[in-house]
T-cell receptor, first 116, second 113 residues
């Protein structure tokens, strides 16, 4: 399997639930990202991992907790979410380093999250 | 800081019409520039890119030219199809250091038969 795979595709969860989103890349990339896409709002970069270390956390509430156990996998752990957290969560990967950034990112298809 | 500005949508066209979606950027140095497309219910896909001034990226009939003098990277297509209906994102990344992608807000294109 190639590319970036996200599971599940759809998730409905209550505000007291704990769930996790999974992202897996088979491209040999060394950087991975979580984005949030809400209706009528720009793409929001949430977290960046480079070489399995978190290099950016854009003031994301602590109810979102990322985990990057290795360069191929990225998780987003969710707990006590709010209805306004309902959105499409996109994972992406890239190969960072000289000249590699010009290749851009490869995105997964996203997880559509609904918080009820 | 680095930023990308796109024209607001939606852009509504009839099939076979000419398409232009404007994109301008601000950056330190000379970034790489990209257009991504998002079809309904999907993630973002790289449509085309240009890595230096005067480069032209092209794919699936879409084109964009990296214009350093006007800091622009406008997306064009000579004859749109209904299947081109999607949201288009302009983006940039620096060519040195950690290459974080910065997106515009996206422009929705609606093509009617």
């Amino acid at each position: 399997e190639t590319g970036v795979t996200q599971t599940p595709r759809h998730l409905v969860m209550g505000m007291t639930n704990k769930k996790s989103l999974k992202c897996e890349q088979h491209l040999g990339h060394n950087a991975m990202y979580w984005y949030k896409q809400s209706a009528k709002k720009p793409l929001e970069l949430m977290f960046v991992y480079s070489l399995e270390e978190r290099v950016e956390n854009n003031s994301v509430p602590s109810r979102f907790s990322p985990e990057c156990p290795n360069s191929s996998h990225l998780f987003l752990h969710l707990h006590t979410l709010q209805p306004e957290d309902s959105a499409l969560y996109l994972c992406a990967s890239s190969q960072e380093g000289h000249e590699w950034g010009a290749r851009g990112y490869t995105f997964g298809s996203g997880t559509r999250l609904t918080v009820v | 800081g680095n930023s990308v500005t796109q024209m607001e949508g939606p852009v509504t066209l009839s099939e076979e019409a000419f398409l232009t979606i404007n994109c301008t950027y601000t950056a330190t140095g000379y970034p790489s520039l990209f257009w991504y497309v998002q079809y309904p219910g999907e993630g973002l896909q790289l449509l085309l890119k240009a890595t230096k001034a005067d480069d032209k990226g092209s794919n699936k009939g879409f084109e964009a030219t990296y214009r350093k003098e006007t800091t622009s990277f406008h997306l064009e297509k000579g004859s749109v199809q209904v299947s081109d209906s999607a949201v288009y994102f302009c983006a940039q990344t620096p060519n040195t250091g950690f290459q974080k992608l910065v997106f515009g807000t996206g422009t929705r294109l609606l093509v009617s038969p």
